[in-house]
């Protein structure tokens, strides 16, 4: 990557004295250790897993590690070792660069591995058996030195076929939609289903090799002459692996009207495969996971529990999933009589809720089921085949994201077939309709009144899921026998939670990045620090025991929090307009992936990964006008009419994306560069707007807080990615950098006019102060840091400091530097995290002393505040549990954020 063209032969002399000027903001200790470009900086890593037990039954596990400015060129390699010192093969890749072309973020994926893990530089050791890719003959495969995999170029069949060795395991691997054309709100009449499959549009190779490959295929559900549900799978291959990972994508595209029955309901959704069967009906077995890693353990034929018995020895070994003796050797009461006992062909589990499933066989299609179990929560995990091979399976969130469903069907013939439901057919058909009829605001004047009760910005037309989307995760195994039930937990574990490897703290706040210097490992070494760090994980352990208590899942649920909390119903207020969902409000994406990135606890990493993968998702348009855009809070995650940039965000994707190298979250990235495009078609603030105003290519109307902070995080990541439109982002970057800070008022002006074409804020002829409580809390400070670091632009760094060290001051100071007031403002505790960041940068004392003033002493959350639950039981409440009354996710988010970086900023300035 090119640098920076201002300024860069200064930079490092500037940065350099302004650290030795005002190291008291740092403290000794920290100045002391932080680390200098140079050697020390390349240093082995240590990566290690977020849970015990290494990489397991999983096939692969990919990390993101970045490295310190300057420290590894853009061509460096890497080598792995264990803790014996003992090579491990990797396969590494870039993901970032810093402005000088060195390395920010590299990719290391592995296939084999458990305990520490060293990483440097070095030449990277080849697995023994290689993955590789093939794309000859009309088609693509994957071998993995163990399995191979034959893909389709078109057609309604994704894999045409698993094999291990030169046995076939699964074949015809494809996708399966159910669409319900009407839903009866009273008694339900005959319900009549298409049947959609899968239909591919393109297939990419995205890697080869050698210890990992990636293919991707496109396309949509298609049935005779539609097509719609666009779908974008992944397929992940790990060297010497026996299975393969999918990640399944859909975008929902179907028209469902707000009281209307007719329309696009979703009534199935899966992934399908074909199993051949080889074995005698006794020989095949069943395996369908439970609760934790308990399974069904059964054959299609079972010779247990008879009237005869036909041996402890031959009954063993069919539980255990071995190959029987030879028939005559049993009890021959036994044996003359097989034909006599039932063939178990159909088996269905299906999770309609987050507290229970059922399970069901039959001996096949005619015949009534029979009751086989249940429970709570099912670990989504599945197997059938016999003594010479079969599939292992899984969904991943089975249970957190109902109504979810394993079927398997004609176990007795020589082809089984195995659907994972990531919508069970048995449930309710998927409704998106708007929650209500308008009740009669047709003009803006109306729907501000309904804001004014209900919180809502409603708008008709508006609250539409079209262009929404989920992700589901797959696993699957292509065994050489039914596996044993040590290799069975094994398998259920990976799928209930998937291996990942990870870079420690000390290499994420070494590397500076995110926000150089916004965030420190814990410390308790002060009873005010920690008192602070007992807080934090007060509210992080509130949040995620409220998951629970709540019921905080579902397909388009799972990974969202709710917004704020109805004391007198002791309950969130989840059916109130604007007061149920958060999507993101104020950034509690942010504050938990800080909080991550701090203390590398498992936990955090789990959770944020869930909210990542919702808030990306389904609370963002991926399709039709609104593309690019993500909906304010709601009743439904799409239900408002402020469909906005604060909400899209992609600072809240790029953690995940940097420490996984996931695909899809790029994908979502990479989408957002060119949304600055959305506001010619949309105006934000249209309802509140007193000027007149018709968007224009050359005169959009972009505010220089939430609507920046989410387009020029899109800029800055393509930029660092060097992703296909780098160049164009980078000039984005840097000219809306320039034109906000040659604004008269800088960013106190609040907005400018955006030209499209150019790329540039128009400078205003006169002064104007408009200066919102929301601007900053979108992961401005934090981008403004990165941005800082990056970028030589001292005009702009001042523009940035003014914006911080004047939103918490007096009024009458506000007014003596910008000639009038902000006006009313809120968030005060929030925004003490720039009062810190602005003292460390400028050295002002009375910033650093204010910093903490505004913390302790402001609005939010106060030292006299409870800090503990009160016990909840019937009948106040639904379920038992526990609540905090006086919580609010938006005041959790911000105090979580300036908690953090208060700490890391001014942990040493702390009053006594």
């Known amino acids: 990557m090119s640098s920076i063209p201002r300024r860069s032969l200064l930079k490092a002399a500037a940065v350099a004295g302004a650290a030795a000027q005002f190291s008291w903001a740092l403290g000794a200790k920290q100045a002391q250790a932080a680390p200098s470009a140079g050697a020390a900086d390349g240093d082995p890593v240590t990566l290690d897993w977020l849970e015990d037990g290494g990489l397991g039954a999983a096939p692969g596990s990919t990390v993101g590690v970045p490295w310190p400015k300057g420290t590894y060129p853009a061509d460096q390699t890497f080598a792995l070792t264990d803790a014996t010192g003992a090579a491990v093969p990797v396969q590494s890749w870039p993901l970032a660069y810093w402005p000088d072309g060195s390395l920010k973020w590299t990719a290391h994926a592995v296939s084999s591995g458990k305990g ?24 693509v495969t994957v071998a993995t030195g163990v399995i191979t995999a034959r893909f389709g170029n078109s057609g309604a069949t994704l894999v045409k076929s698993v094999t291990r060795g030169t046995t076939e395991i699964a074949r015809n691997g494809r996708l399966v939609l159910l669409r319900q054309p009407e839903i009866e709100d009273g008694d339900q009449g005959t319900i009549k289903y298409e049947r959609f499959e899968s239909a591919i549009d393109k297939v990419t190779v995205e890697q080869e090799g050698p210890v990992r490959a990636v293919l991707r295929v496109d396309g949509k559900h298609r049935k005779g002459s539609r097509s719609w549900l666009p779908f974008s799978i992944r397929f992940y291959f790990y060297a010497g692996a026996d299975s393969f990972r999918m990640v399944h994508t859909v975008t929902f595209d179907g028209k469902q009207e707000p009281g209307k ?50 041996g402890a020895a031959v009954q063993e070994a069919q539980y255990a999933g071995r190959k029987l003796p030879d028939p005559a050797t049993w009890d021959q009461r036994v044996t003359t009589r097989l034909q006599y006992i039932p063939e178990w062909g159909d088996y269905t589990l299906s999770q309609l809720s987050a507290d229970g499933f059922t399970l069901r066989k ?24 016999g003594a010479s091979g079969g599939l292992s399976f899984g969904l991943r969130d089975f249970w957190e994201k109902h109504p979810a469903q394993l079927d398997i069907r004609d176990a007795h013939t020589d082809t089984a077939e195995v659907t994972l439901w990531l919508w069970s057919p048995e449930a309710q058909p998927m409704d998106l309709r708007f929650y209500h009829d308008g009740m009669g605001q047709d003009s803006y004047a109306e729907q501000l009144e309904g804001l004014n009760i209900t919180y809502e910005d409603y708008e008709p037309g508006f609250g539409t899921p ?135 606890r498992a936990d955090i990493f789990r959770f944020a990964e869930a909210m990542t993968r919702h808030t990306g998702e389904v609370d963002v348009y991926h399709l039709g006008e609104w593309a690019g855009l993500g909906t304010r809070h709601g009743v439904q995650h799409y239900a408002d009419s402020a469909k906005q940039q604060r909400i899209a965000n992609t600072t809240y994707r790029r953690y995940y994306y940097f420490l996984t190298a996931d695909e899809r979250v790029g994908d979502l990235m990479h989408a ?28 959009l109307s972009i505010g220089f807080g939430t609507d920046w902070s989410g387009l020029v995080s899109a800029w800055l990541t393509e930029w660092e990615r060097k992703g296909p439109k780098w160049e164009k982002a980078r000039a984005r970057v840097l000219s809306t950098m ?54 030589d632009m001292p005009e702009f760094n001042q523009a940035y400091y003014d914006y911080c060290r004047y939103f918490n001051a007096s009024k009458t100071e506000q007014a003596a530097r ?47 505040a409870p800090w503990k639950t009160e016990k909840l039981t019937g009948p106040a409440a639904l379920v038992e549990g526990a609540e905090a009354s006086w919580i609010s996710t938006n005041d959790t988010a911000l105090y979580g954020l300036a908690a953090i970086e208060n700490l890391a900023l001014l942990g040493d300035r702390m009053p006594s």
């Open 116 to 139: 520490k893990l060293s990483l440097s530089a070095g030449t990277a050791t080849a697995p023994a058996q290689k993955v590789t890719v093939d794309k000859r003959g009309g088609a």
């Open 261 to 310: 029955a007719s329309g696009d309901f979703i009534r199935g959704l899966g992934v399908r495969f074909d199993v051949p069967m080889r074995d005698e009906s006794y020989d095949r077995h069943i395996r369908i996971g439970g609760e934790g890693t308990g399974l069904l353990r059964e054959a299609v034929k079972g010779i247990t529990g008879l009237r005869r018995d036909p």
């Open 362 to 385: 039959r001996t096949t299609k005619g015949h009534g089921w029979i009751g086989a179990g249940g429970g709570r929560r099912a670990s989504g995990f599945g197997y059938v085949g």
């Open 466 to 600: 079209y262009g929404i989307a989920r992700t589901s995760e797959l696993l699957f195994w292509a065994n050489a026998s039914t596996p044993t039930p040590e290799q069975l937990a094994e398998q259920v574990e990976a799928v209930r939670v998937l291996p990942q490897l990870a870079a420690p703290p000390r290499q994420l706040i070494k590397a500076k990045v995110f926000g150089p210097g916004l965030y420190s490992e814990p410390d308790r070494s002060t009873p005010a620090k920690a008192k602070i760090e007992d807080h934090l994980d007060f509210l992080f352990t509130y949040y995620k025991d409220q998951v629970e208590q709540r019921r905080w899942y579902g397909f388009w649920d799972y990974g969202d929090i709710m917004h704020t909390y109805d004391t007198v119903r002791h309950q969130w207020r989840y059916d109130i307009g604007g007061y149920a969902w958060d999507n993101s409000e104020l950034s509690p994406d942010l504050w938990l992936w800080f909080a991550y990135l701090r203390s590398g």
């Open 672 to 699: 957002n560069v060119d949304s600055d495009e959305t506001f010619l078609g949309l105006d934000p603030i249209r309802k509140i707007r007193t000027e007149p105003y018709t968007p224009d290519r050359h005169a």
């Open 738 to 791: 320039e034109t906000i800070a040659a604004q008269p008022n800088g960013f106190v002006q609040g907005s400018g006019l955006y030209d499209l074409d150019t790329g540039r804020f128009a400078v205003a002829d006169s002064p104007v102060v408009s200066v919102s409580h929301l601007s900053a809390v979108f992961g401005l400070n934090e981008l403004c840091a990165e941005l800082i670091d990056l970028v």
């Open 818 to 864: 910008y000639g009038s007031n902000f006006g009313t403002l809120l968030l005060f505790q929030g925004h003490s995290r720039l009062d810190a960041y602005a003292a460390v940068k400028t050295g002002d004392a009375a910033l650093a002393t204010r910093a903490w003033t505004k913390f302790y002493a402001s609005d939010g959350y106060l030292e006299s």
